[in-house]
Every structure is written in C-alpha cells, then in structure tokens.
C-alpha cells in the first residue's frame, strides 16, 4: 500500500522567514494534494499537483511535484502568523478505481512574531 | 451555503450510546467520502459514496459503522454502541466525480468525544 511521509513533523520560524515543508511518497504519485487544517477547522484545499516537474503558486505558497513524481515539496516565503497551522499532503490511490485519498501525519507549523 | 456542512460540530456521549453524524455535500458533487481523525492515527479512508451507492466501505472500523446516502445529497454516519476508541474528529469530504483527478472539499468535521 501506497504511504505519504512528511518532513518535518512539526517547524517553529520566525515571522518573515521562509520554510519548506517535504513530502515522500513511496510509489509513484498519480496527484498530490497540498492542505492546510487550523485546529477545529476543516482541510482547506491548497493546490493539487499532477505532472512531474509541475509547479504552482498561490500568493506566498509555492508548491512542487518532482520529475520522478514520489517527492513534493511545499515552500512559504517571508512567513506570517496567518500561515501557522497543520500541513498536509495527500494522494489519490485508485486501487479501488475512485479517488480515495490517503494523506501524510502533517506538519505542525507555528509563526512567532 | 456554498462548502461541505456537516453537524453537529461536537458531540459528547456515554460510552454505549448510539451517534449519527450528518454530512451535507457541496451542491452538484456525486462523490462524497468520510475520513476519520485521531490523534495517533492521522487522517484514514472511512467509505466513498458515489451517488447513494457506497462500492467502498473497506476503511469502516468495525461493523458498529455504518454510513448511508440519500438522494445523492445527504450522508449519515452511524455508531453504534460507541466505544471510548470512537474518539476523534469526524471529517466529510465531497468532489464532482470520483474518478477524475480533482481535490476534495472537506467540511470542518465533527468532533466526538465518548466519555
């Protein structure tokens, strides 16, 4: 069965600082999911990643799937409160024929001032 | 409202009683899924429906879960006889189809708490 590792588990950055966040699939990624969860909340939907070498950007948050398509990585530049939370990666595994996401342990990310 | 509404947002109960947690999708998305969230354990798979039918309900715990859809809309989630394992957050999610490659929409989950 297909597992997401994220790295690190938890990431404490000053205000203003960058920081990128890792995640290693261990098969081929057929998509990659990047969300963010703020506790009691729900998973906000990032952006999704199909193709290897594929790169996206939403204000301050680049993400990237690698040519071998098992490697993500997420980066935030000049950080801000607003940015701490859990984030998380996930995949499709179409063993089943659907779209069931599996998803990473997430990385706990706090922004001090 | 516009994203995936699920109720009620906590829940505390006696260990032993039955809970039904409900999950109203995003208007138009046929495929609808429910993940569970506990500490240890991190987000995993419950049961896809697509439309009212449920093809996987591998991920259910035990067969004290139960989950059903109707009119391709609502879900209900069901346990019963709960244990203090049931703990964790409840999380539904909702996509326009199931076999396309596209995000999920989560709802901001129930949280259960059995006491």
């Known amino acids: 069965s297909q597992e997401l590792e994220q790295s690190p588990q938890s990431l404490i950055v000053q205000e203003g600082k960058n920081l990128t966040i890792n995640c290693t699939s261990s098969?081929?990624?057929?998509?990659l999911y990047w969300y963010k969860q703020k506790y009691g909340e729900g998973l906000i939907f990032l952006m999704m990643l199909q193709k290897g070498g594929e790169e996206k950007s939403h204000e301050k948050i680049t993400a990237k799937l690698d040519e071998k398509k098992q490697q993500s990585s997420l980066h935030i530049t000049a950080s801000q409160p607003s940015h701490a939370g859990i984030y998380l990666c996930?995949?499709?595994?179409?063993?089943?024929?659907?779209?069931?996401?599996?998803f990473g342990a997430g990385t706990r990310l706090a922004v001090h001032p | 409202g516009a994203g995936v509404s699920q109720s009620p947002s906590n829940k505390v109960t006696e260990k032993g009683k039955d809970v039904e947690l409900r999950c109203d999708p995003i208007?138009?998305?046929?495929?609808l899924y429910w993940y569970r969230q506990s500490l240890g354990q991190g987000l995993e798979f419950l049961i896809y429906f697509q439309g009212n039918s449920a093809p996987d309900k591998s991920g259910l715990p035990s067969d004290r879960f139960s989950a059903e859809r109707t009119g391709g809309s609502v879900s209900t989630l069901t346990i019963q006889r709960t244990q203090q394992e049931d703990s964790a957050v409840y999380l539904c999610?909702?996509?326009?189809?199931?076999?396309?490659?596209?995000?999920?929409?989560f709802g901001d989950g129930t949280r259960l708490s059995i006491l």
């Open positions: 999610a909702s996509s326009p189809g199931a076999r396309d490659n596209q995000p999920q929409h």
């Open positions: 208007s138009g998305h046929t495929a």
């Open positions: 098969k081929t990624l057929y998509g």
């Open positions: 996930g995949a499709p595994d179409f063993s089943g024929g659907y779209n069931k996401l599996i």
